[in-house]
């Protein structure tokens, strides 16, 4: 299913479905939609022979735009839709990597939280060996770790 892709479907097209599914999934107002500024969206891969749709990729020239439309996203659990950050491929593969380890510490009970590629266990940087004379501290500032990922994000369809 997903958002239906059109046989010929241009950047512009694909754009105008990006528009039309923040204001009608994640209800936000016609007049802001048409203000967010969006550096490139575009399908992501080939066209598929089974007519599966394929997801949407959008830039952002800024990264508050993408955090709002993440914190947004909530809205969309129960449905088909999701939106996500899109990483490199080394950030990929250190979030994989690291999703076996959070989920056990879930499972004992503790705080856990995946920033970009760094595990936070009750606010303290997780390593699996820390550096020789180097000890992990919690931040004693209160702040969350630095997201630095620039603004890009998908919009699929669940599996």
Known sequence: MGIQEQASETYKM??????????ERLKIPGEEVAAIPMERVHR????????????IVVKFPSSKHVERLLSLSKILKGTPYYISRQYPGEVVAKRRALIPIMNSFKQKGEKVRLVV???????????SQPPAGITTKSRDDGAAPRNNVDGVFFLMQRS
């Not at 694909?14 to 204001?23: I, N």
């Not at 760094?118 to 303290?124: A, S």
Request: proline letters at 3%; glycine letters at 6%; hydrophobic letters at 35%.
């Open 14 to 23: 694909s754009e105008a479905l990006v528009r039309s599914f923040l204001k």
């Open 44 to 55: 992501l891969g080939q066209r598929s022979a089974t007519g599966k749709s394929r997801p």
């Open 117 to 127: 590629d760094k595990l936070y266990v009750n606010d303290v940087l997780y390593r």
